[in-house]
């Protein structure tokens, strides 16, 4: 027996470590292998947003996957704040639409709207993308100066689609869609001249210190952009009506209006798509050169054609970088205006307009007083604004005007301003009227058709005009002046 039980335990001996050999074999064979069945791994649903081809799958698919398989559109950010996730954007910025992936109410407003953006008009989010692609970079430099998130810069994006000139049924103007009162507030100028909520540069400074007040009190981005769209007392009171300070409870009730309700997921969507276009399908998006420009003081008065024409550039191109301008001039009241121009042309341009008399810089048309005119009666006869009449001639409408003395108007052949080419009806004065001091009992009508006479002084007229609107000397014409006179 006890022959026996030493050949058990010694071929024991012999088995355990060939075991433990073989087990250790086995376990650096399947390091980094799965231990799920290839054929169950392969049908696990693991796929994100991200895996998803645009070709063979529709947006609207690849959202409901989304919505299925819960997994984020993007990375989550760390998580290990003391704080927690709820805080992390008032420090960090706007949440992402995965940061909404607990709250149904806000998982489905976004998504519906990363579907409404992607698929219903995709064509026009495009056009919205490419537009606003050159003053991205000049709001974010804004934005970051006044330590605000740079997601910011979307807010234009569903606001205007980036357009200077946009404006609302309810009148808030511009790219960031300014009211006029609250323009005012954030010190941008709205007046007959001027409307800077047009401008996307000065627009952005306000809209930044109007967007940090607004967080600043309701301590939320959710809620500061409610705010921003449907004014403050409106979402205060909604707030207290529901004693709530989410948002996204807010949109479950009759309590804001919808476009509010729509407002931030609509913000939300567009920032997720604006930031990586391509995964939303949006693979040609053609970005426009960042906006680019001089910056020159200048001393009033001087119209737009003239600064165009010193700047070697069009009135619109102008236009384009100083949409503020209204009227066809610069503001003739203010000591010194910043202008925009053209990169590369503020040299040559200052030569020009430094050397040119005031009188050639605006020129002006005038006409000939007749017996009880007044700045009213001219303004209703020519079609003129009677608010730029009492302007430029510093009159009031009313007052009596002294027969066979001159008035200034407004010169022809300007550029139209984008009032005046929206009013088709609008007779413009310097096509229908060419000679301003045309007795009326010389001109005839017949058939309410208006027949321009010719009359005996329209000589002298027209000697007159070049007299005191000599035609402005050429760049090439002052450099030769300036050489002259450093020679003396």
Request: charged share 25%.
């Amino acid at each position: 027996m006890d022959f026996c039980r030493a050949a058990v335990l010694f071929l024991l001996l012999l088995i355990v470590p060939m075991k433990s050999e073989a087990l250790l074999n086995t376990s650096e064979d399947t390091e980094g292998k799965s231990e799920v069945p290839a054929t169950l791994q392969n049908n696990l649903m693991h796929r994100s947003i991200s895996d998803l081809s645009t070709k063979g799958i529709t947006y609207s698919e690849s959202v409901r996957e989304h919505f299925f398989i819960k997994v984020p559109l993007h990375p989550p950010p760390d998580q290990h704040d003391a704080d927690g996730p709820e805080e992390m954007l008032l420090r960090d910025g706007v949440k992402r639409f995965t940061q909404y992936g607990g709250d149904t109410n806000a998982a489905e407003a976004i998504s519906a709207q990363l579907t409404f953006f992607a698929d219903t008009i995709k064509k026009k989010f495009n056009q919205w993308l490419v537009k606003g692609s050159k003053y991205l970079p000049v709001m974010k430099k804004i934005l970051r100066q006044n330590n605000l998130p740079e997601e910011l810069v979307y807010l234009p994006l569903i606001e205007s689609g980036y357009n200077n000139q946009a404006k609302s049924a309810a009148q808030a103007v511009g790219p960031w869609q300014f009211m006029a009162g609250t323009a005012r507030d954030y010190n941008l100028k709205v007046n007959y001249w001027v409307d800077e909520r047009q401008d996307p540069i000065k627009s952005t400074y306000a809209a930044s210190k109007y967007l940090k007040v607004l967080y600043d009190k309701f301590g939320t981005w959710d809620l500061a952009l409610a705010a921003y769209n449907a004014g403050e007392v409106k979402i205060e009171k909604a707030m207290k009506t529901a004693n709530t300070d989410n948002y996204w409870s807010l949109i479950t009730t009759g309590l804001i209006a919808k476009e509010t309700k729509l407002f931030v997921p609509r913000f939300i969507a567009a920032r997720e798509i604006a930031i990586e276009p391509q995964r939303y399908g949006f693979s040609d998006v053609e970005y426009e050169t960042p906006l680019e420009y001089d910056i020159v003081a200048v001393k009033p008065p001087a119209t737009i054609d003239f600064i165009a024409k010193s700047a070697g550039t069009s009135t619109a191109k102008i236009r384009e970088l100083n949409p503020e301008l209204k009227q066809w001039c610069i503001p003739p009241d203010v000591p010194k205006y910043r202008l925009r121009l053209p990169q590369g042309t503020k040299d040559d341009f200052r030569l020009i307009y430094e050397n040119t008399p005031e009188h050639q810089r605006y020129l002006l048309d005038n006409y000939r007083v007749r017996k009880g005119d007044s700045l009213r009666r001219i303004s209703n006869r020519l079609h003129i604004s009677q608010d730029i009449l009492a302007e430029i001639n510093g009159k009031s409408l009313n007052t009596k005007l002294r027969e066979g003395t001159f008035v200034f108007l407004p010169p022809s052949g300007r550029d139209l301003t984008q009032e005046e080419v929206k009013r088709k009806n609008v007779r413009h004065h310097d096509t229908k009227l060419k000679h301003r001091d045309v007795k009326h009992k010389d001109v005839k009508h017949q058939n309410v058709k208006h027949k321009v006479v010719k009359h005996q002084n329209a000589k002298r007229i027209m000697q007159h005009h070049k007299k005191i609107n000599p035609k402005p000397p050429t760049l090439a014409q002052h450099r030769a002046k300036a050489v002259i006179h450093s020679n003396r």
